[in-house]
């Protein structure tokens, strides 16, 4: 039963030019709401603020202005509170290459979010966990053991949602989880968090540039152009008839089954 | 295990087995006999020293000395760079400002002539002074590579992970990074200890280094000042010069085959591998055959 509320987010970079600097806005007065239960799609070009926004709701770095509030309450940034914040909003990253540690077993990866946040945990606790969480991932509990360069691509991504998910959160954040995957496997992965989230009650946020996956899997959908929220609204709604001019192009460069090249015979 | 490795720890292990184990079983370095300066015999196996000293005994203990020295300021080194390195380019902000600036003024020192004032401000040196005082002015560059290397991998996802998780910084530092700079650390650390062995040699044949013990350095130094060399004493000054050139050629040898564990690319780049892309003379002349 958990909500994050965002409003008024604003992220500004400082560019330094030798002594000139610029600001950058990154993120501009963004606002949008995750509620338990919830998919919600945040798409966009490369560079439009998407994974900022990730790197901001998961306070790796400090908005400039806006609030960030987890049921009602602005988030902590340090102490108790931050803890708190760790362990109900967690992250998937885009490249399963690079968000595993590759000197650590799978093992490692699982037990430290579990001994963080469940310190009364006894070590037989955390191995029964451990599995049970690689059998949620739909991976084999016998994997617990091997390092990450032993495991594929897909493997590896299911290996970060167990990880995300082993602190038992709320809010689960995707950054293009399926973007560095095999074609093949998307699908699969992506049925797995669909079903994640309805057995967890997890509010999603599915960041992506690919807006079919983004109507087939989310309720909402943001679209983002340059920083800002340029519509949002209802999945279908957003997809079928689309008010601004980006969505428009974006939606016209999907590739559509029942549009020929040239006039259509008559 | 490549060549490379094989041949540094052919010649680094028993160098180091004798320095261990050497003085262990020679007769007392120091002791001064009337038989003056001698060539190889059944009873000095390295002849004498113009004192009549063994030269054996002089260079197992100086081999200790000298080992002695290589250690201590490879684990200074380890430590100082270790520290200034990864912890200031983890933190970010005005510390990694101020520990950056401060490796900066140490990297800028010139080190031999600092080594010189300050071994000859202080005239009575021990071994271990001269360590410190050699890792005190050799440290700044392995900081810097390590600097480096944390500042890439503390923005790799798996190090932001552990962050979203909910770590610690130091556990971060310790389990997360550490591990992957270990290859890092262990070239550095050999790289320090060719270093130091060598400065040392040098400070002690220039008669700046430790006072009251042996090294190859200052073995060197009492065999330029007996006139080995116009003397014909080879047996004086060949052995530790020996093998100074030898322990440092293995501890490299050791360093290069480190090295192209951390980057594999490092393994292609020799003649000898390079020459294994050619086609061979039968490819070669198969070839020409078809063409023509």
Same mark, same amino acid.
């Given at each position: 039963?958990?909500?994050?509320?965002?409003?008024?987010?604003?992220?500004?970079?400082?560019?330094?030019?030798?002594?000139?600097?610029?600001?950058?806005?990154?993120?501009?007065?963004?606002?949008?709401?995750?509620?338990?239960?919830?998919?919600?799609?945040?798409?966009?070009?490369?560079?439009?603020?998407?994974?900022?926004?990730?790197?901001?709701?998961?306070?790796?770095?400090?908005?400039?202005?806006?609030?960030?509030?987890?049921?009602?309450?602005?988030?902590?940034?340090?102490?108790?509170?931050?803890?708190?914040?760790?362990?109900?909003?967690?992250?998937?990253?885009?490249?399963?290459?690079?968000?595993?540690?590759?000197?650590?077993?799978?093992?490692?990866?699982?037990?430290?979010?579990?001994?963080?946040?469940?310190?009364?945990?006894?070590?037989?606790?955390?191995?029964?966990?451990?599995?049970?969480?690689?059998?949620?991932?739909?991976?084999?509990?016998?994997?617990?053991?091997?390092?990450?360069?032993?495991?594929?691509?897909?493997?590896?991504?299911?290996?970060?949602?167990?990880?995300?998910?082993?602190?038992?959160?709320?809010?689960?954040?995707?950054?293009?989880?399926?973007?560095?995957?095999?074609?093949?496997?998307?699908?699969?992965?992506?049925?797995?968090?669909?079903?994640?989230?309805?057995?967890?009650?997890?509010?999603?946020?599915?960041?992506?540039?690919?807006?079919?996956?983004?109507?087939?899997?989310?309720?909402?959908?943001?679209?983002?152009?340059?920083?800002?929220?340029?519509?949002?609204?209802?999945?279908?709604?957003?997809?079928?008839?689309?008010?601004?001019?980006?969505?428009?192009?974006?939606?016209?460069?999907?590739?559509?089954?029942?549009?020929?090249?040239?006039?259509?015979?008559? | 295990?490549?060549?490379?490795?094989?041949?540094?720890? $052919?010649?680094?292990?028993?160098?180091?087995?004798?320095?261990?184990?050497?003085?262990?079983?020679?007769?007392?370095?120091?002791?001064? /006999? /009337?038989?003056?300066?001698?060539?190889?015999?059944?009873?000095?196996?390295?002849?004498?020293?113009?004192?009549?000293?063994?030269?054996?005994?002089?260079?197992?203990?100086?081999?200790?000395?000298?080992?002695?020295?290589?250690?201590? $300021?490879? $684990?200074?080194?380890?430590?100082?760079?270790?520290?200034?390195?990864?912890?200031?380019?983890?933190?970010?902000?005005?510390?990694?400002?101020?520990?950056?600036?401060?490796?900066?003024?140490?990297?800028?020192?010139?080190?031999?002539?600092?080594?010189? $004032?300050?071994?000859?401000?202080?005239?009575?040196?021990?071994?271990?002074?001269?360590?410190?005082?050699?890792?005190?002015?050799?440290?700044?560059?392995?900081?810097?590579?390590?600097?480096?290397?944390?500042?890439?991998?503390?923005?790799?996802?798996?190090?932001?992970?552990?962050?979203?998780?909910?770590?610690?910084?130091?556990?971060?530092?310790?389990?997360?990074?550490?591990?992957?700079?270990?290859?890092?650390?262990?070239?550095?650390?050999?790289?320090?200890?060719?270093?130091?062995?060598?400065? &040392?040699?040098?400070?002690?044949?220039?008669?700046?280094?430790?006072?009251?013990?042996?090294?190859?350095?200052?073995?060197?130094?009492?065999?330029?000042?007996?006139?080995?060399?116009?003397?014909?004493?080879?047996?004086?000054?060949?052995?530790?010069?020996?093998?100074?050139?030898?322990?440092?050629?293995?501890?490299?040898?050791?360093?290069?085959?480190? /090295?192209?564990?951390?980057?594999?690319?490092?393994?292609?780049?020799?003649?000898?591998?390079?020459?294994?892309?050619?086609?061979?003379?039968?490819?070669?002349?198969?070839?020409? &055959?078809?063409?023509?």
């Amino acid at each position: 039963m958990t909500s994050l509320e965002v409003r008024g987010l604003v992220k500004d970079y400082r560019l330094r030019d030798g002594l000139r600097s610029t600001r950058l806005r990154a993120v501009d007065d963004v606002g949008f709401t995750l509620d338990h239960g919830r998919t919600v799609a945040l798409v966009g070009q490369s560079g439009s603020g998407k994974s900022t926004i990730a790197r901001l709701l998961l306070q790796l770095e400090r908005p400039t202005a806006g609030e960030i509030r987890l049921d009602g309450r602005p988030v902590a940034r340090r102490g108790a509170g931050l803890i708190r914040y760790r362990r109900l909003v967690q992250m998937v990253f885009q490249d399963p290459f690079a968000s595993l540690n590759p000197h650590h077993d799978v093992a490692h990866h699982l037990a430290r979010p579990l001994r963080l946040h469940h310190p009364e945990l006894s070590r037989a606790d955390v191995d029964a966990r451990i599995r049970h969480l690689l059998e949620r991932v739909q991976l084999d509990p016998a994997m617990a053991g091997r390092r990450p360069h032993e495991l594929s691509g897909g493997q590896r991504q299911r290996v970060a949602i167990a990880r995300a998910l082993a602190p038992s959160p709320g809010i689960l954040i995707a950054d293009e989880p399926v973007s560095m995957l095999d074609v093949s496997i998307r699908l699969g992965v992506l049925n797995l968090l669909a079903t994640l989230q309805r057995e967890e009650d997890l509010g999603v946020l599915y960041i992506t540039h690919d807006l079919a996956t983004a109507r087939h899997f989310s309720d909402d959908i943001l679209v983002m152009y340059r920083g800002r929220i340029v519509e949002h609204g209802p999945a279908d709604e957003v997809i079928l008839n689309p008010k601004h001019e980006y969505t428009r192009l974006l939606a016209d460069a999907t590739p559509d089954p029942e549009r020929r090249f040239g006039p259509a015979p008559r | 295990m490549t060549g490379k490795l094989t041949a540094g720890l $052919v010649i680094a292990v028993p160098i180091a087995l004798f320095g261990l184990l050497g003085p262990l079983v020679v007769q007392d370095p120091s002791r001064v /006999d /009337d038989i003056g300066l001698t060539a190889p015999a059944a009873g000095h196996l390295l002849g004498t020293t113009q004192t009549g000293q063994d030269v054996l005994a002089q260079l197992a203990y100086a081999t200790r000395g000298s080992l002695i020295v290589g250690a201590v $300021v490879g $684990v200074l080194t380890l430590l100082l760079s270790g520290f200034f390195g990864i912890v200031g380019a983890y933190a970010g902000g005005w510390l990694d400002e101020a520990f950056s600036l401060f490796i900066n003024v140490m990297l800028v020192i010139p080190g031999l002539p600092v080594v010189i $004032v300050i071994s000859a401000y202080l005239p009575d040196r021990s071994l271990l002074l001269v360590s410190l005082v050699l890792a005190i002015t050799g440290w700044a560059g392995s900081a810097r590579v390590l600097r480096g290397s944390t500042l890439s991998l503390r923005n790799r996802d798996y190090v932001l992970a552990s962050r979203v998780a909910g770590e610690k910084r130091w556990r971060i530092i310790l389990v997360e990074i550490l591990p992957n700079l270990v290859p890092l650390l262990a070239s550095q650390v050999v790289f320090a200890v060719i270093f130091a062995i060598l400065g &040392e040699a040098g400070l002690s044949y220039l008669g700046l280094g430790a006072s009251e013990s042996f090294t190859w350095g200052t073995m060197l130094y009492y065999a330029q000042n007996g006139l080995a060399l116009r003397l014909g004493a080879w047996w004086w000054f060949v052995p530790p010069g020996l093998l100074l050139a030898l322990f440092g050629a293995a501890l490299a040898l050791i360093n290069f085959s480190i /090295d192209e564990i951390i980057d594999p690319k490092l393994r292609n780049q020799t003649r000898a591998a390079r020459r294994g892309w050619r086609m061979s003379r039968e490819q070669l002349r198969r070839a020409r &055959e078809v063409t023509l």
